[in-house]
């Protein structure tokens, strides 16, 4: 998982931001072609998405960012062999900071909305399939992501609510 900071170029009318630049990731040895891009709103806090991914060969890799609003952001390792399989990374992501967060293949993704009225937006580099697209449960305690507490709890989606723990899930060889 990569944090990004584009550069935001302030003036008088706000400011301008490149949100995405093909050359630039190829420079920095990152060369992903996105193919799909996704916005979701959320309305109140406590909206729990995730943890969620594709699987081969139609894995995503996500570039994400907020354009309105707060996310905790985490991303669990899910590749077999990995040395950190199972452990998570988290970031706050927001639209005040305007940081970007690189999601790669082989991770599962989750997001908690920290504040109402949040806007997520994110490429991603496979288009969506729903017979690859598989969740894990966002409280399976062999994972044990701390989950900022929201006052009215989580909102998941149905599907999200029956989630399966990781250790029962289909992952990354
Ligand atoms: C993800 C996705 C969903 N959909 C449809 C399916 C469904 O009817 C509706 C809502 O889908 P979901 O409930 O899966 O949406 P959501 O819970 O927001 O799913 C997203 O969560 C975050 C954490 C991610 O990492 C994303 O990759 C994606 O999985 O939108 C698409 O048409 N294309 C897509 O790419």
Redesign the pocket.
Known sequence: MLEIVPKRFGDARGFFIETYNAERFSDAGIDLRFV?D?H?YSAAAGVL??L?YQLPPRA?D?LLRVVRGRIFDVAVDIRRVSKTFGKYVALEISAEKGNQILVPKGFA???VTLVPDTEVLYK?TDT?SPEH?RSIRFDDPDIGIEWPSTAGGFQL?D??LKATTLAAAEVFA
């Open positions: 799909q996704n979701s998405r995730g969620h995503q996500k993704h989750g997001f991603v969506y697209d989606s599907k999200d």
